[in-house]
């Protein structure tokens, strides 16, 4: 037989062994099986000792592959780089054919810097020298390399294995092109067991999975925020059920924890944090606790263990990326002034020099642009950190500054002077993110502000612009607190008005009214009264303006009443739509009233608010809406008034009142009903407010309820069916075990809550 035929042979036999394993290739269903358990076998088809295909993450700038040593599957991690040949061959999309990987001229000439990683040999004993990269490249893209080290007899790689192996690669790369597209099936499934706890808690099932996974927000945002955001999971379960799943602790923003010192801190800047989704947070016995997002990651842990190589343990907790953000802002706000994102350092930023012209024009809003962009974020990162309601932007005509003031726990504080040259950037910056008209500045304008879509807080703003004087515009943000509803037990309820209004808010059918000025908590309080209730067996729809709390379970509806969609039309909707609960956000006029009334005469337990002052108030004011007193009298069970008052903080100081003092509060109170509590007189203690670091030396910190709870008992029924004098429902009130909202507050002053200044400033009739 003439050797060309032997050779034909031989090629033919390689050709067809190189066939099966490209169709072995192709049915390849997951990266695992080919980056592992082909991948001997192609070795074998090459004569060569070994072979690696890497993946690479062009994000992360690393090719990644696997190897498995015994049972244990072990990831290796390169960088795109030329200090590897396979980095290089990423680069370069060029196949590097060496003879020799310790022969640094042979490498120099191919490129200058490139290198060969000698660290596998070191670690193994092998000895590396052949070596055979090919790029794998689907159309345009580098989705990894081939590299096959060491020829059986020490030859080098000729043209045909050169050739065989980039026929290989092309196939490789529809291959792993197809998982990759496929991953949407296997995102399900990888999904699945993140999801456990979730699973196992009911919380959701494999439908709730698929429909989250083909959502389109899915790439943008992550199942688990998609999860939070669309199907009810809370943030709280969530963090529980990625806890179980990462095996490390997994937390929420605490704005009370403390930085770490400068110097641990200073060792990386803000900027890479926020890139990478880490900051370290705190040294216990030696050991650093870093928060990061994926406390799994092995590639940034091997990263961490170079930036703090002192420390022979890093400990993992993982949270939401908005969670490390807002750690990474209140450590580098609060830490050195060396380091950035402060707001001084964005207001240095500005242009301050005084020669030029003030803008008038948002046109020449230009230049400061992106300043300006950082600094309305940073007001409202700020804000929301601080648990501020109201954010309030106040120019002024002339050179005086623009001045900030936010809203804490009730009271408006100065948070920051701008210079006044950007009064109208500011204004105009903040109109765009809600859509508002940035030439009308001559009537009041309202809109909304997704922040998400702005920086790293999931908040929303609900936007009021005011014409002010000189020609300006005043615009005022209320942070839409998107919370959980508090825990009924956590209301701050006294005995009485707790068991009362759980026994309503458990009737089948009737009126449940919470009541008081804007700010006073009501919406807060129905949400922890209807949480009570909201169990699998019931449903339960609410219209609100806006959508402040969700609850999972809840049918919650944002109203439009700009387009017709008023509370009222919201409500005869849901008749319509088998309710056994509603909740409808305010009794604005008679007509949404009216109907309220209905639904909950015809087997409905209707929840709803209203702003009058007292309890009692709110039967003559409904009264006088012309509501039909028959139909209202059947159909209340309770009217629960509402205050909150600052509550005094733990630096808070005990004292015995004076007798004069003493004499006020209890004339305040009312004697005889004071005699009634049966508390002695002479046993009176009080607390008044101090000052410390924790509240700003304000003495207060955080708020508390006051209450005044009217029951729909039958005396008070045939009170309104007479349609009595406000005096006449009070007494009855009283009588059947009401306390009025200052009785309730100064009950409250005795326990230390708070103290009688307070209770007399939210009570003022
Ligand atoms: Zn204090």
């Not at 050991?287 to 890093?314: A, N, S």
């Not at 908005?322 to 950035?340: M, R, V």
């Not at 009271?411 to 859509?435: D, E, F, L, V």
């Amino acid at each position: 037989m003439p050797p060309e035929t032997d050779t034909l042979r031989q090629q033919l036999e390689y050709r067809k062994r190189l066939m099966d394993k490209i169709n072995e290739i192709h049915s390849a269903d997951s990266l695992n099986t080919i980056l592992i358990h082909i991948k001997d076998s192609i070795a074998a088809l090459f004569n060569a000792d070994r072979i690696t295909i890497y993946l690479s993450d062009a994000k992360r700038n690393i090719l990644i592959s696997k190897v498995k040593s015994g049972s244990e599957v072990q990831q290796i991690v390169i960088p795109i780089s030329d200090a590897s040949l396979a980095g290089y061959c990423s680069i370069s999309a060029a196949v590097i054919n060496v003879k020799n990987a310790y022969d640094q001229h042979e490498l120099r000439m191919i490129c200058s810097n490139l290198k060969f990683d000698d660290s596998w040999d070191k670690k193994t004993g092998f000895i590396t020298k052949q070596v055979l990269c090919v790029p794998i490249k689907f159309q345009k893209a580098m989705m990894g390399v081939i590299q096959i080290i060491n020829k059986k007899g020490d030859i080098p790689f000729d043209d045909v294995d050169v050739s065989y192996s980039m026929e290989l690669a092309s196939s490789l790369s529809i291959a792993i092109h197809n998982i990759y597209r496929l991953s949407a099936t296997t995102k399900i499934i990888r999904n699945k067991s993140r999801y456990n706890y979730l699973l196992d808690k009911n919380l959701i099932d494999d439908k709730i999975l698929e429909k989250a996974s083909n959502h389109p927000d899915v790439s943008k945002i992550g199942m688990d925020t998609l999860l939070m955001r669309e199907f009810g999971i809370s943030k709280e379960d969530m963090s529980k059920n990625l806890s179980f799943y990462f095996g490390t602790d997994f937390i929420g923003y605490d704005p009370a924890q403390q930085p770490l010192d400068e110097e641990t801190l200073r060792r990386v800047k803000p900027e890479r944090l926020n890139k990478e989704w880490w900051v370290p947070f705190k040294i216990e016995n030696g050991i650093l606790h870093i928060i990061i997002d994926d406390p799994t990651d092995l590639g940034r842990q091997d990263m961490l263990k170079f930036v703090y190589p002192e420390y022979r343990r890093i400990s993992y907790i993982g949270a939401f990326r908005e969670d490390i953000l807002s750690y990474i802002n209140l450590f580098y706000h609060y830490g050195s002034s060396s380091t950035s994102s402060s707001i001084d350092d964005i207001l240095n930023k500005l242009d301050t020099s005084d020669d030029t012209e003030i803008e008038t024009e948002s046109q020449k809003v230009s230049e400061q642009d992106s300043v300006i962009v950082q600094l309305v974020n940073k007001i409202i990162i700020d804000a929301v950190n601080n648990k501020v309601s109201d954010i309030h932007i106040e120019p002024f005509p002339g050179k005086e500054d623009v001045q900030v003031r936010m809203r804490i726990d009730g009271r408006c504080k100065i948070y920051q002077k701008i210079p006044y040259k950007y009064k109208h950037a500011i204004t105009s910056r903040i109109k765009i993110m809600c859509n508002l008209d940035i030439s009308e500045r001559r009537k009041p304008q309202d809109g909304k502000i997704d922040f998400k879509k702005f920086g790293p807080l999931n908040v929303e703003l609900r936007v009021a612009t005011v014409p002010t004087t000189g020609q300006l515009e005043d615009v005022v943000m209320r942070v839409l607190a998107s919370g959980e509803p508090i825990p009924f037990d956590k209301l701050g309820l006294t005995e009485r008005n707790s068991r009362v209004l759980d026994a309503c808010v458990r009737q089948p059918y009737g009126l449940v009214l919470v009541v008081g000025p804007t700010g006073s908590g009501k919406t807060t309080t129905l949400h922890s009264a209807i949480s009570v209730i909201n169990t699998i067996d019931t449903k339960i729809w609410t219209a609100e303006d806006p959508v402040e709390i969700t609850q999972r379970g809840l049918r919650q509806v944002q109203v439009h009443p700009k387009i017709g969609f008023t509370f009222a039309a919201a409500l005869r909707s849901f008749l319509r739509a088998d309710p056994d609960v509603i909740m409808v956000g305010e009794m604005r006029d008679q007509e949404t009233a009216e109907i309220a009334v209905e639904c909950s005469l015809t087997g409905h337990l209707v929840f709803s608010t209203l702003h009058t002052n007292s309890a009692p108030e709110t039967i003559t004011r409904l009264l006088d809406m012309e509501l039909d007193p028959f139909s209202f009298s059947d159909a209340i069970l309770c009217i629960l008034a509402q205050r909150l008052a600052r509550r005094l903080c733990s630096c808070k100081k005990e004292y015995v009142p004076s007798p004069a003092e003493r004499n006020d509060i209890i004339t305040e109170y009312g004697r005889d009903d004071f005699a009634k509590t049966e508390i002695n007189p002479a046993e009176i203690k009080l607390w008044k407010a101090v000052g410390c670091q924790k509240c700003g030396d304000t003495g207060y910190k955080g708020r508390l309820g006051l209450h005044e709870l009217l029951e729909g008992t039958d005396a008070i029924k045939s009170l309104i069916k007479r349609k009595s004098e406000i005096e006449l429902i009070r007494k009855q009130a009283i009588e059947d075990g009401m306390t009025t909202l200052k009785q309730d507050g100064i009950l409250k002053c005795l326990e230390g809550l708070t103290d009688i200044k307070e209770v007399r400033k939210v009570c003022i009739k």
